[in-house]
């Protein structure tokens, strides 16, 4: 069965094995940081496994931003991306969010067009 837990503390192996199934990489070299400093996050779990994460940023005021989604390439297409946005959503406006941004690829646009986001015009700047 899995369960959505808001704001779960995984250590850094649990976070790292769930981004190397989902992006191909390792991640950062800690993602602690993005743990304690978000406005929150909401994590998917096979009992005591991580197989789905989505991060809640925030501006400080009234813009909440949805970064990294992920689900373990195990887990894929079985709905769980869709309730962890539900589960991000609702965290975002109880802590005071009143907009939800998100960047996506085209790729993903019906995932994020069927979790609610409406289309919007954007900018993106590369810094490394």
């Known amino acids: 069965m899995i ?3 808001t704001d779960p503390m995984p250590d850094d192996a649990a976070m790292r094995a ?13 993602f602690q940081p993005v ?7 909401v994590g998917a779990f096979d009992g005591m496994a991580l197989i789905g994460f989505v991060n809640i ?3 400080g005021g009234i813009h909440a931003f949805i970064l990294d989604t992920s689900v373990h390439a195990n887990y894929q297409r ?3 991306a869709l309730r962890l946005m539900e589960r ?4 975002a406006r109880e ?3 009143q907009w939800l941004h998100v960047d996506f690829e085209p790729r993903l646009e019906a995932f994020y067009r069927k979790a609610g986001f409406g ?10």
């Open 18 to 30: 769930l981004w190397l199934s989902a992006w191909g990489n390792v991640g950062p070299q800690s």
């Open 95 to 97: 802590r005071g969010a």
């Open 3 to 5: 369960t959505i837990i």
């Open 57 to 59: 940023a925030w501006d």
């Open 78 to 80: 079985r709905g769980i």
């Open 35 to 41: 743990l304690k400093h978000g406005l929150g996050h």
């Open 119 to 128: 289309p919007t015009s954007a900018g993106l700047m590369r810094l490394d």
């Open 88 to 91: 991000a959503t609702e965290v």
